[in-house]
T-cell receptor, first 113, second 119 residues
Framework: LAKTTQPISMDSYEGQEVNITCSHN???????ITWYQQFPSQGPRFIIQ???TKVTNEVASLFIPADRKSSTLSLPRVSLSDTAVYYC??????????????FGKGTKLSVIP | DTGVSQDPRHKITKRGQNVTFRCDPI?????LYWYRQTLGQGPEFLTY????????KSRLLSDRFSAERPKGSFSTLEIQRTEQGDSAMYLC?????????????????FGAGTRLSVL
């Protein structure tokens, strides 16, 4: 069964770099890896997306190894406002030629002053 | 604000009743997705539409669940004969994507969700 795995929680001090890794063992070969951020009582919000190697935008970097069985979200110099739950999203095979969007269970990041 | 809107925000119902939720996507978006999220879990994919066509349905979507997207605009998700296990946040998202395009490539924009409580 397709599965994505993330650490349940992480703590970090303000100003530090945070790396969150998601393992996805049954990822579709031609689809993208996306990370979302979610605050309480809100829907998830897009952070970054990539297919392979490294992608960087104004808020984060995404590292994807050649086998694409994992991805690492890197948040540089976190602040208190980065306290949230972070999810990876991939497309996985669900059997019989069918695919589905699969979110990880989420990593709750707590930023400490 | 022209983001994704969901209605109602909260719904309390008794077991066995039918409920219907509505989602209005971003106007130019042709893809629309429904997810279910329980406390402490990531969103679980239920189904998605490309325009008015329902292209994928999760095995989580039992016969009691039905979704429609008439005319490729707003969408409704109906749950018949609700059970206590249906209590969750139901999230809708929309994106812009081509029919042959990768499923996860297009950025999804989420609504704030409808929280369902079944008593």
């Amino acid at each position: 069964l397709a599965k994505t795995t993330q650490p349940i929680s992480m703590d970090s001090y303000e100003g530090q770099e945070v790396n969150i890794t998601c393992s996805h063992n049954n990822i579709a070969t031609n689809d993208y890896i996306t990370w979302y951020q979610q605050f309480p009582s809100q829907g998830p919000r897009f952070i970054i997306q990539g297919y392979k190697t490294k992608v960087t935008n104004e808020v984060a970097s995404l590292f994807i190894p050649a086998d694409r069985k994992s991805s690492t979200l890197s948040l540089p110099r976190v602040s208190l406002s980065d306290t949230a739950v972070y999810y990876c999203l991939v497309v996985t095979h669900s059997g019989a030629g069918s695919y589905q969007l699969t979110f990880g269970k989420g990593t709750k990041l707590s930023v400490i002053p | 604000d022209t983001g994704v809107s969901q209605d109602p925000r909260h719904k309390i119902t008794k077991r066995g009743q039918n409920v219907t939720f509505r989602c209005d996507p971003i106007s130019e978006h042709n893809r629309l997705y429904w997810y279910r999220q329980t406390l402490g879990q990531g969103p679980e994919f239920l189904t998605y539409f490309q325009n008015e066509a329902q292209l994928e349905k999760s095995r989580l979507l039992s016969d009691r669940f039905s979704a429609e997207r008439p005319k490729g605009s707003f969408s409704t998700l109906e749950i018949q004969r609700t059970e206590q296990g249906d209590s969750a946040m139901y999230l809708c998202a929309s994106s812009l994507g081509s029919l042959a395009g990768a499923l996860a490539k297009n950025i999804q924009y989420f609504g704030a969700g409808t929280r369902l409580s079944v008593l």
